[in-house]
C-alpha cells in the first residue's frame, strides 16, 4: 500500500506584525500550498507576546521557520523569500541536494 | 368430366396455397366436392389426435384425447370400453339437402371401441369405396346400425396420411341409395386428400411457428422484465453499497483518527515517563492505525471511482517534482531495507510541464513503488525512470524483485487479487493496489503493462497522456498572481492552552487536515485573511484576548466574514452564549465530537465550493 503520510510539525516564529512576519506567514502558507501537499501542523509563534517559548527553543531572530517533525529538526532564518532554501529545509529538496552532492 | 375434375383440382390447390387459415380450405374443400361428386354427404372425420397407427398395439392403453363437446372433459375416464372417449370426431361437413340428419355433432365410441387397429389399413393413402353398406359390414352390425341411423347407403372412406399417419378421413356419403363409385371419383377423392394432407401439414407447421415465435417473444418479454428487475436491483444495490460506504467510512475514520491523534499526542508528552517498551506499543498503536486508515482510505477511492464519482482534478504539474514528492516517501524505508532506489528523469528536462491529476498521478507512483520496494529484497535494485514522449509522460518502474510467473499476470490488476494464496503469505496488503493504480491510469485515459520474468524482477510502465486543462485551471496559470483557491481542509486553531492544542492538531492531522496553530489571538482576522481556511477553531478562553471579540471582527471583517467558525468554550463561559459560529464544542473535549464537527464544518464548505 501506499506509505505512510509523515505528518510535519512546522513552528514558524514570528514578531509582531512587521513586514517582514507577515511576508514570511505568506511566503510560507504558498509553500505549504503549492509544494507540499501533505499534512502538516504550523505553530505560529509570535516572540513578542510569547516570549518564553522563543527562549524554550532558542530563538535569536524572527522570522524563523523550524521543522520538528519529522526529524531531524532544522531551522530556517529570515523572510523565507529564497524558496530553494525553504523546500530544502523542509526536506522537499532532498533529492536534488543529495544529487548535488554526489556530482561534486 | 377429367377436365372439370381437373379444375376443381386446381381450385382446391389454389385455395391452400393463398390460404393460411385452415379452417377456411377445409370447409371450402368439402363443399366444393360434395357438390362435385353429387354427394349426399361430405364429411371429414378428423381422430383426436396423431394416434400412432404404425403400433396400434399401444393406443388402447393410454390415449390422451381432447374432447370437443365441453361436457366432456367431466366425464371421468375410464377402463371400461363404453366410456371410452372417441377415437375422433367429424369436423366438417357440407350436406347435398336440408332434409338430411347432420352427423356434425355425432359422436360414437362403442363400435370402435377405441380400437383404431383398423386404420393402418389406410396408412397406403388409398380410399376405399363402399358401393353399398349393407353389403361391406354384414360382420359389424353395430357399425351398420350406426350408419343406417344416418341413412347412409353407400360411402367412399380416402384416408389424410401425415407423416405416416392417418390424421383423419375424407367421406363421401350417398343416402339416397347404393351408389357404383366410378375409379375417377375415387382418384379424385384420393387426391384432394392428398392435397389436404400437405394444407394441414402447412398449417400445422405454421401453427408452431406461431407458437415459437410467441413464446419466444414471450421469453423476451420475460427476460426484459426479469433484467430491468436485475438491473434495478443491482442500482438499488450500488446505491446501498455506496451509502454503506460513506457511512462506514465516517464510522471506521472517526474512531480511527482518535487513536492515531491520541496516540501520537500521548507520544509527545508522556517522552520521560515512558518506559521503551510502553514507548514502543504506543508507537505500534499509533503506526497500526495508521496503516488502517490508509487502507480503509484506499477502498473508498476505488469504490468511488468504480461508482464514476472522481473527476480529474486538472492542473498544469512539473513532472520532475512530483516524481520526487512521490519518491520522498520512500527513501527512508529504501535505506532500512538497503535497497537502491534511484530516478531518473534526465530524459524530462525542458520537457518538464505537463497537464494532470498532480495528486493521483503521486499516487500510481506511489503505488508502484510501495509494490516495487515489498517485493524486492534487501541489496535490491528499484528504479523510476521518467520520460516524455509528445503529449504522453512515460514512467517506468524497474525492480529486481521476485517477479511475475506469466500465468499470474492476467490477475495482477484484478481487485482483492493477490498472487500469494493467503495460507502462506509473507507480504502485506489488501490486494487493491495495483488494481486501484489501474483504475487511476485508466481514469486518465493512460495505459499501464507489466513485464517481468520470475526471480529476475519486473518492469511496471504507465503511459498517461496529457490532459485538458480546464478552464479554471488555465485561468489560474496564466496568472499567477492570483490567490490561490483556498485549500479545502486547512484549518486554523487558535489555542493558547498547549496541551489542548497538540491534541487538537494531532486529532486534525490524523485526519488529514493541515493546522496552522496560532498560539495567541492578538492578530487572528489578519491571519485568517491571510491563510483562507475553511474552519477556525477558536478557544474562548484565551488569555489576554476576547474569544467573543475575535469572533466578531472576523465576521464583520469581508475578507473573512463567511469562514466556518467552531468555538470551544468551558463551563466558565457556559452562560454567555457564543454567537456567530457555526458549532460550540465543550472542554472537557470530546475528540470525536470534534472530529465530527470539523468534518461536518468542511462537508458543508466543499458543497459550497462546488456550486
Not at chain 2, 490488476?413 to 496488503?429: C, D, H, I, W
Request: glycine residues 6%; hydrophobic residues 40%; proline residues 5%.
Amino acid at each position: 500500500m501506499s506509505p505512510l503520510k509523515k505528518t510535519y510539525i512546522l513552528k514558524l516564529y514570528v514578531a509582531g506584525n512587521t513586514p517582514n512576519s507577515v511576508r514570511a506567514l505568506q511566503t510560507l502558507n504558498q509553500i505549504l500550498e503549492q509544494e507540499f501537499q501533505g499534512v502538516y501542523a504550523l505553530k505560529v509563534i509570535d516572540v513578542l507576546k510569547n516570549p518564553q517559548l522563543a527562549e524554550e527553543d532558542k530563538i535569536l531572530a524572527t522570522p524563523t521557520l523550524a521543522k520538528i517533525l519529522p526529524p531531524p529538526v532544522r531551522k530556517i532564518i529570515g523572510d523565507l523569500s529564497d524558496r530553494e532554501r525553504v523546500l530544502i529545509g523542509l526536506d522537499l529538496l532532498y533529492e536534488e541536494l543529495q544529487k548535488g552532492e554526489l556530482y561534486k | 368430366m377429367a377436365q372439370s375434375q381437373e379444375l376443381l383440382l386446381n381450385q382446391v390447390i389454389t385455395k391452400i396455397r393463398q390460404s393460411l387459415d385452415l379452417r377456411d380450405i377445409l370447409a371450402t374443400t368439402v363443399a366444393e366436392v360434395r357438390r362435385f361428386l353429387g354427394a349426399d354427404r361430405l364429411l371429414i372425420y378428423q381422430f383426436s389426435d396423431q394416434r400412432p397407427a404404425r403400433q396400434p398395439d399401444l393406443t388402447e392403453q393410454s390415449t390422451p384425447v381432447m374432447p370437443l363437446a365441453p361436457g366432456d372433459h367431466q366425464s371421468a375416464p375410464s377402463v371400461t370400453p363404453a366410456a371410452q372417449p372417441p377415437p375422433g370426431y367429424i369436423t366438417y361437413e357440407a350436406l347435398g339437402s336440408e332434409t338430411l340428419t347432420s352427423v356434425l355433432s355425432f359422436t360414437e365410441t362403442t363400435c370402435f371401441g377405441g380400437d383404431v387397429a383398423h386404420l393402418t389399413k389406410y396408412l397406403d393413402g388409398l380410399p376405399v369405396a363402399i358401393p353399398d353398406v349393407t353389403m361391406a359390414y354384414p360382420d359389424a352390425p353395430c357399425l351398420l346400425a350406426l350408419l343406417q341411423r344416418v341413412q347412409v347407403k353407400a360411402q367412399i372412406i380416402a384416408p389424410i396420411v401425415i407423416h405416416g399417419e392417418v390424421w383423419g378421413l375424407l367421406i363421401a356419403h350417398q343416402c339416397d341409395r347404393p351408389r357404383q363409385w366410378k375409379n375417377q371419383e375415387l382418384l379424385l377423392l384420393r387426391h384432394i386428400a392428398e392435397h389436404l394432407g400437405v394444407a394441414i401439414q402447412q398449417a400445422q407447421l405454421y401453427e408452431q411457428l406461431r407458437e415459437q415465435a410467441q413464446s419466444l417473444e414471450t421469453c423476451v418479454v420475460g427476460r426484459t422484465h426479469e433484467l430491468q428487475d436485475a438491473l434495478a436491483s443491482a442500482q438499488t444495490a450500488n446505491q446501498a453499497k455506496s451509502e454503506f460506504l460513506a457511512t462506514m467510512s465516517h464510522e471506521l475514520r472517526t474512531p480511527l483518527t482518535c487513536i492515531i491523534g491520541m496516540s501520537a499526542t500521548l507520544l509527545r508528552w508522556s517522552f520521560g515517563d515512558l518506559s521503551a517498551r510502553q514507548r514502543e506499543y504506543l508507537n505500534t498503536i499509533h503506526t497500526s492505525g495508521e496503516q488502517l486508515l490508509t487502507v480503509i482510505n484506499d477502498i473508498l477511492e476505488v469504490a468511488k471511482i468504480e461508482a464514476g464519482r472522481v473527476a480529474l482534478d486538472v492542473s498544469e504539474i512539473t513532472l520532475s517534482t512530483l516524481v520526487r514528492q512521490s519518491l520522498e516517501p520512500f527513501r527512508a524505508l529504501a535505506r532500512d531495507r538497503q535497497i537502491e532506489l534511484t530516478s531518473d528523469t534526465t530524459l524530462l528536462a525542458g520537457n518538464d510541464t505537463f497537464s494532470g491529476d498532480g495528486r493521483r498521478i503521486k499516487q500510481i507512483l506511489s503505488n508502484l513503488l510501495s509494490n516495487a520496494l515489498k517485493f524486492t529484497a534487501p541489496g535490491g535494485r528499484v528504479t523510476l525512470r521518467s520520460r516524455r514522449e509528445n503529449q504522453v509522460a512515460i514512467f517506468q518502474l524497474e525492480d529486481t524483485g521476485i517477479g511475475i510467473s506469466d500465468a499470474q499476470k492476467p490477475l495482477l490488476f484484478t481487485k482483492f487479487q493477490q498472487l500469494e494464496p493467503s495460507r502462506q503469505r509473507r507480504y502485506q496488503g489488501t490486494g487493491l493496489g495495483l488494481a486501484l493504480t489501474k483504475q487511476l491510469v485508466e481514469l486518465h485515459g493512460g495505459s499501464i503493462s507489466v513485464n517481468s520474468r520470475e526471480g529476475v524482477g519486473s518492469v511496471f510502465t504507465v503511459r498517461l497522456p496529457a490532459q485538458r486543462l480546464t478552464t479554471a485551471a488555465a485561468a489560474q496559470t496564466l496568472e499567477p498572481t492570483t490567490l490561490p483557491e483556498p485549500v479545502v481542509g486547512r484549518i486554523v486553531l487558535v489555542e493558547d492552552q498547549e496541551d489542548m492544542a497538540g491534541l487538537i492538531c494531532d486529532l486534525l492531522t490524523a485526519a488529514e487536515y493541515q493546522v496552522i496553530w496560532v498560539i495567541e489571538g492578538s492578530r487572528v482576522v489578519e491571519q485568517v485573511a491571510l491563510l483562507q481556511p475553511a474552519v477556525v477553531i477558536i478557544s474562548m478562553g484565551l488569555t489576554g484576548v476576547d474569544g467573543y471579540h475575535v469572533i466578531q471582527a472576523l465576521r464583520d471583517s469581508l475578507v473573512t466574514g463567511s469562514v466556518k467558525m467552531l468555538a470551544l468554550a468551558s463551563e466558565k463561559e457556559a452562560d454567555r452564549p457564543v454567537q456567530g459560529v457555526d458549532a460550540v464544542l465543550p472542554y472537557p473535549l470530546q475528540p470525536e465530537q470534534l472530529v465530527d464537527a470539523i468534518n461536518r464544518l468542511t462537508t458543508v464548505a466543499e458543497v459550497k465550493v462546488t456550486r
